[in-house]
């Protein structure tokens, strides 16, 4: 994507906020922002027809929660990274955002030089935060949900997924059978209530238990 625009979409409930960041995207010549919107309806409506590369959302809007929309916009353009741009800083909802599909989260006082890495990191793959948010969701609380206990089994089964690893190569690689590391696998998805590999594998990342 070296030779082409970056077109990105601005999703925020502040006319202010949109502007600012207008201004600053677009002094960047590989940026385009491609569109601004105030609500999630209109957000929704563009990427049914329009191309976002990246979607700026924010977590507050009039119309929908930026967690759930967020989740929505993955469903209708997979391919668009959505990195979440809030005041809000409650670890629950930065690691609600991340299993919801979100490329990253960043608070608002985030500086341009961090947000251009941060968008170019999410169109590279990477899960992207500011440094106020890693360290936020590297100390948990109580009022969060407490890290799943993993046996050194899962944690290992885990790292071997992260790797691309299929059941059969896994099974095969540590004296199993298909069915037990299947079975390991579920209890995962349970224990961290993810939906799916890529949900699990990320929260298991960020919460330090393997490495990326």
């Known amino acids: 994507m070296e030779n082409e625009k970056i077109h990105i979409v601005i999703v925020?409930?502040?006319?202010?906020?949109?502007?600012?960041?207008?201004l600053m995207l677009n002094s960047q010549p590989v940026?385009?922002?491609?569109?601004?919107?105030?609500?999630g309806a209109e957000t929704i409506s563009f990427i049914q027809s329009e191309k976002a590369d990246v979607i700026l959302l924010d977590i507050t809007l009039p119309d929908a929660n930026g967690t759930e929309l967020c989740r929505e916009i993955k469903k209708i353009s997979p391919?668009?990274?959505?990195?979440?741009?809030?005041?809000?800083?409650?670890?629950?909802?930065?690691?609600?955002?991340i299993q919801n599909g979100?490329?990253?989260?960043?608070l608002k006082n985030t500086s341009l030089d961090d947000?251009?890495?941060?968008?170019?990191?999410?169109?590279s793959g990477d899960i992207v935060f500011c440094n106020e948010t890693k360290?936020?969701?590297?100390?948990?609380?109580?009022?969060d949900i407490p890290i799943p206990r993993v046996t050194k089994r899962e944690r290992q089964i885990l790292q071997m997924v992260a790797q691309g690893k299929t059941s059969n190569m896994i099974a095969e690689e540590l004296f199993l059978s298909p069915l037990t590391v299947d079975t390991h696998r579920k209890n995962?998805?349970?224990?961290?209530?993810?939906?799916?590999?890529?949900?699990?594998i990320n929260l298991a990342v960020q919460l330090q238990l393997i490495e990326g």
Do not use: W
């Not at 391919?79 to 955002?97: K, L, P």
């Not at 979100?102 to 960043?106: D, N």
């Not at 947000?115 to 169109?123: M, P």
């Not at 995962?188 to 699990?200: C, G, M, P, W, Y």
């Open 115 to 123: 947000l251009v890495l941060s968008i170019r990191g999410a169109l």
């Open 31 to 39: 940026f385009n922002v491609a569109g601004s919107f105030s609500s």
């Open 12 to 22: 925020d409930d502040h006319p202010i906020v949109i502007e600012g960041l207008k």
């Open 102 to 106: 979100a490329s990253g989260y960043l």
């Open 135 to 143: 360290q936020i969701i590297s100390r948990p609380n109580q009022k």
């Open 79 to 97: 391919g668009t990274s959505v990195i979440m741009f809030s005041n809000r800083s409650e670890r629950s909802i930065i690691m609600q955002c």
């Open 188 to 200: 995962l998805l349970q224990k961290f209530q993810a939906r799916n590999s890529t949900e699990l």
